[in-house]
């Protein structure tokens, strides 16, 4: 199991970065032989959450509270995994 974790630019959000950098890792991790992998995601980053779960990530768990925002307000968790062996992958690598 891998867990993917990246962070992308705010002037460089909702321009398709973070998916090509989703869909590179997801690409490695199954090179690499690995079954799963785990995002963490803060749920007010609802983007960041659909971009993963456009690839086959599941919401398996939310744990309430557990991060602080910089302001210093409680957020929730959301943990996502992805099941490697059912990824939606882009139509060139199933050739």
Known sequence: MGELRFSVDPAYRRKGL???VIEELIL????????KLAAEVVG????????LERFGFRRVAVIPELVRDQG??????HIL????GTAL?????YF
Do not use: K
């Not at 210093?72 to 968790?77: E, I, N």
């Not at 992958?89 to 690598?93: E, G, V």
């Open 72 to 77: 210093g307000t409680s957020r929730d968790l």
């Open 18 to 20: 973070g998916a090509h």
């Open 44 to 51: 007010e980053e609802l983007g960041a959450e659909r971009a």
């Open 28 to 35: 490695f991790a199954i090179d690499q032989g690995l079954e």
């Open 89 to 93: 992958l882009p139509d060139w690598y």
């Open 81 to 84: 995994v992805l099941d490697l």
